[in-house]
């Protein structure tokens, strides 16, 4: 999720090769109806597929496959012209990223290899679908380096340990301490809604039932939980729209390309093209970005940004909620999936506009509300600073591995670190193992932190309170070039 901002106002019709993907698009990076089974199998031979523009410019091999250079591979490298790498075969998915249940994410690796990425977000049953995409063979792939064949051999070890099952004990347990959450605060509000202190008890109360609804809705929607992407998107629905009140599909189009390129910045026009820190005109988190303001209007405003960054997060779930609405209505007037979004929305304002204003005078009812948004929005968006913000912001190409990794800090694990964050605190492990369940994030900690040290990237681990100084003087002094 983006951390407080509103999308900027940067034009990014020029950001090839990635094509335009912060426009809509529905889906989650993980495609398929089973996990947690060897990503790394080999795959059969598939017959040649003839897609692209340019395939006059290819040679064929006797048996029949296009012969396809590493040079030739990067002319295909836009949404429309799409070409790819898996295990040293190359894919042509020009245009099928309005089919991709991932979206148009996909486009974010257009003439590149993308073995890793795919192996980490799919499943075995995904590997026979790309049969119906296949050019031909890599005829001069770069060896695999020692860090990402160091990674492979790291996943393939927790999936032969099983790590990539999820318990549903335990999700049925978070569900259920969730909803006594809710409880609670109905409790509270209901009985003594007359006194101040269970006035802000319930508020605070609610605002944590709607935070922990988002880690939750998170876990599904990353099909961590179900073999069936149906069921854990189905579940992503209904925690994340009815409960929490935000559009499923909004926060997946989000997030889906926040994975694909964590921090990461246009080569050319220094963009934002992680939409998690694409804040400006208000907070900019690079001097590169700096580049992208329009005038010394906009640079003031970011001379503040530190002061005021705190304030901003109180605001944050208002944002994201009419950011919400807006992405679900739009949806609706294309697609029939935007009409369950709507009503899904429509619920969860209909359960908590009338618990509030059932018990409490206009006034009262409108403070309410506002308490309640401005406190959830920091309980989510203190989460989300600690994750990323103040981390490597980059515009040079990065292999999967260390793209994840610099840009991505954990903060230290503990009972209340874990519950309050919902695991995110697992941040680096979530990042390279996406589909693993919370439940076992801590499990391969000390396994990911061998990975780092042995290939020497900095795996940054901290506290809370130390994390949170850090993203105040990366703005600080990002804040002094403005």
């Given at each position: ?19 335009n993907?912060d426009?809509t698009?529905r889906g989650?990076?993980?495609t398929?109806?089973?996990?947690a089974?060897?990503?790394y199998?080999?795959q ?5 597929r003839n897609r692209?523009?340019?395939d006059g ?5 006797p048996n ?6 590493s040079a030739?591979l990067?002319?295909?490298?836009t949404?429309?012209?799409?070409w ?10 020009s245009g099928?990223?309005a089919?991709?249940?991932g979206?148009?994410v996909?486009a974010?690796?257009a003439?590149k290899?993308a073995?890793d990425?795919f192996?980490c977000f799919h ?5 026979a679908q790309?049969?119906?995409?296949y050019?031909?063979k890599l005829?001069d792939?770069?060896?695999v380096?020692p ?31 969730n909803?006594?959450l809710?409880?609670?605060?109905i409790?509270?509000?209901?009985l ?6 269970a006035y802000t008890?319930?508020?605070c ?11 939750l809705?998170h876990?599904?929607?990353h099909?961590?939980v179900f073999?069936s992407?149906?069921t854990n998107?189905l579940m992503g629905l209904?925690?994340?729209?009815v ?11 989000k997030?889906?390309?926040?994975h694909?390129a964590?921090n990461?910045?246009?080569h ?7 939409p998690?820190?694409?804040t ?5 988190w690079s001097?590169?970005?700096l580049e992208?303001?329009?005038n ?9 940004q530190?002061?005021f ?9 208002l944002?994201w909620c009419q950011?919400?609405?807006a992405h679900a209505?739009?949806?609706?007037k294309s697609?029939?999936h935007?009409?369950?979004?709507m009503?899904?929305?429509i619920?969860?304002?209909?359960w908590y506009?009338?618990?509030?204003f059932?018990h409490l005078s206009?006034?009262k009812g409108?403070?309410?509300v506002l308490?309640?948004?401005m406190?959830?929005?920091f309980f989510l968006s203190i ?11 980059y515009s040079t ?7 994840q990794v ?5 903060i230290v ?9 919902g695991?995110?605190?697992?941040q ?7 589909t693993?369940p919370?439940?076992?994030l801590?499990?391969?900690?000390s396994?990911?932190?061998?990975l780092?040290e ?9 506290g809370m ?5 850090r993203?105040?003087q990366r ?8």
């Amino acid at each position: 999720m983006c951390i407080v901002c509103p999308p900027s106002t940067t034009d990014r019709s020029s950001l090839a090769p990635v094509g335009n993907i912060d426009q809509t698009f529905r889906g989650n990076l993980v495609t398929t109806d089973a996990v947690a089974t060897s990503s790394y199998a080999q795959q059969d031979s598939v017959p040649l597929r003839n897609r692209s523009r340019s395939d006059g410019a290819l040679a064929a091999s006797p048996n029949g496959d296009q012969q396809v250079t590493s040079a030739q591979l990067a002319q295909h490298s836009t949404e429309d012209d799409c070409w790819l790498v898996v295990k040293g075969k190359v894919y042509d998915v020009s245009g099928w990223s309005a089919q991709h249940p991932g979206g148009r994410v996909i486009a974010t690796y257009a003439g590149k290899d993308a073995t890793d990425v795919f192996a980490c977000f799919h499943a075995a049953t995904s590997w026979a679908q790309l049969k119906q995409f296949y050019v031909g063979k890599l005829v001069d792939p770069q060896p695999v380096p020692p860090l990402l064949a160091d990674f492979r051999k790291l996943r393939s070890q927790m999936q032969q340990q099983g790590l990539f099952r999820c318990s549903k004990g335990y999700y049925i347990f978070k569900l259920a301490s969730n909803f006594f959450l809710l409880g609670s605060a109905i409790a509270v509000f209901a009985l003594w809604n007359d006194s101040l202190w269970a006035y802000t008890l319930s508020a605070c109360l609610i605002s944590l039932f709607w935070q922990q609804s988002g880690w939750l809705a998170h876990d599904f929607l990353h099909h961590q939980v179900f073999r069936s992407r149906r069921t854990n998107d189905l579940m992503g629905l209904l925690i994340g729209s009815v409960c929490l009140g935000f559009s499923a599909d909004w926060w997946k189009t989000k997030h889906n390309t926040h994975h694909a390129a964590p921090n990461e910045l246009d080569h050319d026009c220094k963009a934002a093209l992680d939409p998690d820190i694409d804040t400006l005109p208000l907070i900019a988190w690079s001097v590169e970005m700096l580049e992208t303001l329009p005038n010394a209007s906009h640079r003031m405003l970011v001379r503040a940004q530190h002061y005021f960054f705190f304030p901003i997060l109180l605001f944050a779930r208002l944002s994201w909620c009419q950011q919400s609405v807006a992405h679900a209505y739009t949806l609706s007037k294309s697609q029939k999936h935007g009409w369950d979004e709507m009503l899904c929305l429509i619920v969860h304002y209909t359960w908590y506009l009338g618990l509030v204003f059932s018990h409490l005078s206009l006034g009262k009812g409108l403070l309410f509300v506002l308490m309640t948004q401005m406190i959830c929005g920091f309980f989510l968006s203190i989460v989300f600073v600690q994750s990323h913000n103040g981390m490597e912001v980059y515009s040079t190409e990065k292999d999967f591995v260390t793209a994840q990794v610099v840009s991505t800090r954990d903060i230290v694990s503990g009972v209340w670190n874990d519950w309050f964050t919902g695991g995110l605190n697992y941040q680096i492990e979530h990042h390279l193992f996406p589909t693993l369940p919370r439940h076992n994030l801590g499990k391969i900690q000390s396994r990911v932190q061998q990975l780092c040290e042995k290939h020497g990237l900095l795996y940054e681990r901290c506290g809370m309170a130390v994390g949170t100084v850090r993203v105040l003087q990366r703005l600080a002094h990002v804040a002094s070039f403005a």
